[in-house]
């Protein structure tokens, strides 16, 4: 499995084959609060780098859960749907989002590493 | 405008709060448990909120004060009983709702809650009514500390002996380490608690007595799913200057001796809608599978008409489940109706449903 990467709307995303497994970081579980509501994409869908593939609620708002790379949704985590406390228990574990079948691997070098994404979460917080 | 913070914000920030503004202040909207384990623990133990944004009117008269206030609000004051308190709403002569309040009698008058968003405009409007007859004080040296929960008489009265006396919507005042506080049985989350009115100086030290006899802070995140669990109104929500008492299904606040001869401000209204019903009426409502439905979510009939609006939707901790309110045309107000909510941008299965979607847990005297 590839080294995780992470994008600048705190989502993280690991490669396998051509295969990615996307999440919403830590951090990103953290401003957000308790969890109470994912929706995820229908398996099938393509979706484009850097648009909406979901949405997460805490019990204070909703937002949008975007997808760092483009591809053919091809697997979701049915789980997280239907407990979504486990996002915030263990979100870049188990409480993945969606797997999705790459086009275009490139996509993944843009994205930043777990020391970048560290520094960056840091400044965007403050 | 600088933001203005309450006299315990900097216990606030000892104890890790996230703040949003609210209402031109400073609040903590939740500490570090979060606001789920913040709200459960308000229902099982005890939770401390701090309300001291809202606003503490003193307003002092002779009798004729009694008379001058019941001009202005539907309540029949005259036989109020010293030291209780009724829910009620000042209003405009087409009684939309300016601000909903608890109105307490106390000795030689009246102390008035207000919502900390309207407080300053309430003055206005009641000065302009009242005059100069009355003394009137908008008190900025207290906090308001609202203790809510199971626990909470107990742990307030190891501070403050005799507050377990209390009836709930009753209050007085207290001694307590040589302070004066008045204290009602009262508050906003469906649970059984005390607000107490405490001088800025004390508060503090009052909040960190209440922390270590075992109660925990508790944020505005909380205090919102609480009181939408209660089925409670959220002024700027679900009560506007558009809205009336009767649109807003709180007829209840009305006394009834006010309703036959009228002579409040808003009174023709409040009658004839009492008489011939009102076009939109607020309902609970709870939507289908787990989604969550916010305000200004429209809502459809099934035939895609749009009969109504939430004005507050959020998952309910307690209730394990999405919970909402809105208003909706008359017709589709019976509990059990079939709707649907139109969110970004589908349409999703929900039921018009009865308030509170918590069952209340409050202290003897009830009603």
Known sequence: MSEVKFSKEHEWITLEGDVATIGITKHATEMLGDIVFAELPEKGTNVEKDGTAGVVESTKAASDVYTPVSGEVVDTNQAIVDDPSKINEDPEGSAWFFKLKMKDQSEMDSLMNKEEYDKFAKESAS | ?367
Not at chain 2, 20 to 38: D, H, L, R, S
Not at chain 2, 306 to 332: H, L
């Open chain 2, 1 to 367: 405008m600088e933001i203005k913070k309450t006299s315990l914000n900097k216990l606030h920030q000892t104890n890790n709060a996230k703040f949003v503004e609210f209402a031109g202040y400073e609040m903590p909207i939740q500490y570090n448990k979060g606001i789920i384990e913040e709200h459960k623990f308000t229902r099982s133990h005890s939770g401390i909120f701090d309300v001291s944004h809202m606003g503490q009117l003193f307003i002092y008269g002779d009798h004729n004060l009694t008379e001058e206030l019941e001009k202005i609000f539907p309540l029949d004051l005259k036989n109020l009983k010293q030291n209780s308190s009724k829910y009620s709403f000042l209003m405009n002569e087409e009684a939309g709702i300016y601000d909903d309040l608890i109105i307490t009698k106390i000795e030689k008058g009246y102390l008035i809650i207000l919502n900390a968003a309207c407080k300053d405009k309430d003055f206005e409007i009641l000065s302009n009514i009242l005059g100069n007859k009355f003394k009137m004080n908008l008190d900025n040296n207290k906090s308001l500390i609202a203790l809510q929960g199971p626990k909470s008489v107990e742990i307030l009265n190891s501070i403050i002996n005799g507050v377990d006396q209390l009836n709930f919507m009753t209050g007085k005042w207290f001694d307590s380490d040589n302070q004066k506080l008045f204290v009602t049985r009262s508050g906003y989350t469906g649970e059984d608690g005390f607000e107490i009115s405490i001088s800025n100086d004390g508060a503090e030290k009052f909040v960190q007595n209440l922390i270590e006899k075992g109660a925990q802070l508790t944020g505005l995140g909380a205090r919102d799913t609480l009181r939408l669990e209660a089925g409670l109104c959220l002024y700027g929500h679900e009560l506007d200057i558009n809205k009336t008492p009767v649109e807003a299904n709180l007829k209840w606040a009305i006394s009834k001796s006010r309703l036959s001869n009228g002579g409040f401000i808003g009174s023709e209204k409040i009658m004839n809608q009492m008489q011939n019903g009102a076009n939109q009426i607020r309902v609970g409502i709870k939507p289908e599978g787990r989604l969550i439905a916010r305000e200004k979510t429209k809502i459809f009939n099934d035939v895609d008409t749009q009969i109504g609006e939430i004005t507050s939707g959020t998952f309910g901790p307690s209730v394990n489940g999405p919970i909402a309110m809105g208003y909706v045309d008359k017709d589709f107000s019976k509990v059990d109706t079939k709707i649907l909510l139109e969110v970004r941008g589908k349409k999703y299965p929900a039921n018009i449903c009865a308030l509170p979607f918590y069952k209340k847990n409050y202290a003897k005297g009830v009603n």
